[in-house]
């Protein structure tokens, strides 16, 4: 039976050790890190995800705001938006929730973000450091990630990571991340990976982030490797009050037999990029403050 990787009781952890540092922060007589969420239209998903940074912020004792503007905002004012939060001096991070309605650019967005307030760490200066020493702000989901395995002591030095999926946010920072600082090798595979299966059964080490459930099925598995889903869709049950569950996109029944450690969905990779949130504002926030 494989080990679950639970990110919840891991992020809950780490949330425990932040909390004790604002707390020892605010004692001296500093304000508390205070991160902002803008949040354009009325997307379920991301309603749910913003929600769950803001009471992870109230856990710690962050000081959070959430700014919601209606889907039909333009462009122009999501950007003097950026620049507001920019200059604000009491702001130590903030987050531009996507997806973003489609008249509204993400690259524009991203791009006019102030590099020491980006605790996604999307930025492209972000984004170029991320195989530095002295990075700044990681991306929260791959950071997550990383953080996962050294809580379980998984190492990735000499081993074989195959990452599927080559999103901005996830699968390239994470190939990036793992080849880099991690001293992996790394297969990135993506839509047009011809035998997507014969690269994934060479893998001591799976990191999926596609978005279609059950993508990944036991026979395309070693024995013994570790597995991370980062998918999270929803898909309609009538057996939950909501309407819909979330599934990864792993087949769980047909993997975890195989694995000898697995994330869980929900409550493996999701709430790890929650505290990565948590932990790039503190970061800011120290910084901010020559703490
Ligand atoms: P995305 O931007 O849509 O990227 C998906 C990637 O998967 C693309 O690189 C695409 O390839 C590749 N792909 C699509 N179909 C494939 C297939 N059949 N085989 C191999 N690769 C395929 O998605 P994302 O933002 O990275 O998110 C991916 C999933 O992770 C979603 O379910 C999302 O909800 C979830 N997510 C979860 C968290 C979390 O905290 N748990 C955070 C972020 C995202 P091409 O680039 O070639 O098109």
Do not use: W
């Not at 507001?84 to 967005?109: F, M, T, W």
């Not at 047909?254 to 505290?275: D, N, R």
């Amino acid at each position: 039976m494989a080990v679950i990787l639970d990110g919840r009781k891991v992020s809950k952890e780490i949330e425990e050790e932040i909390k004790a540092e604002v707390s020892a922060c605010t004692k001296n007589g500093h304000r508390p890190p205070h991160l902002v969420a803008v949040l354009v239209g009325e997307d379920g998903a991301s309603e749910t995800y913003v929600t769950a940074k803001m009471k992870a912020c109230d856990e710690v004792g962050f000081k959070s705001s959430m700014i919601r503007y209606d889907a039909t905002v333009t462009e122009e004012i999501i950007l003097a938006e950026v620049d507001r939060l920019n200059k604000e001096e009491g702001v130590d991070g903030y987050i531009v929730q996507l997806p973003l309605p489609a008249h509204i650019s993400v690259e524009k967005i991203i791009d006019r973000i102030d590099t020491t307030k980006d605790v996604d760490g999307f930025t492209p200066a972000n984004f170029g450091k991320i195989d530095q020493e002295h990075h700044s702000l990681l991306p929260a989901t791959p950071m997550g990630i990383i953080e996962l395995l050294k809580r379980y002591v998984i190492k990735t030095k000499g081993k074989h990571c195959v990452v599927v999926g080559k999103s901005h946010i996830v699968g390239m920072p994470m190939s990036i991340l793992l080849a880099g600082p991690g001293d992996a090798t790394v297969t990135l595979c993506h839509i047009h990976t011809k035998n997507l299966a014969a690269h994934t059964r060479q893998a001591d080490i799976i990191i999926v982030a596609v978005g279609k459930p059950g993508l990944i099925t036991g026979n395309m598995v070693k024995e013994g490797a570790v597995i991370v889903d980062v998918g999270t869709t929803r898909v309609a049950d009538s057996s939950k009050k909501s309407g819909f569950a979330l599934k990864g996109d792993v087949d769980f029944a047909s993997v975890e037999p195989k694995a000898s450690h697995i994330t869980p969905v929900p409550g493996g990779v999701g709430p790890m990029t929650i505290a990565s949130l948590i932990m790039n504002t503190m970061i800011a926030y120290k910084k901010r403050m020559n703490l």
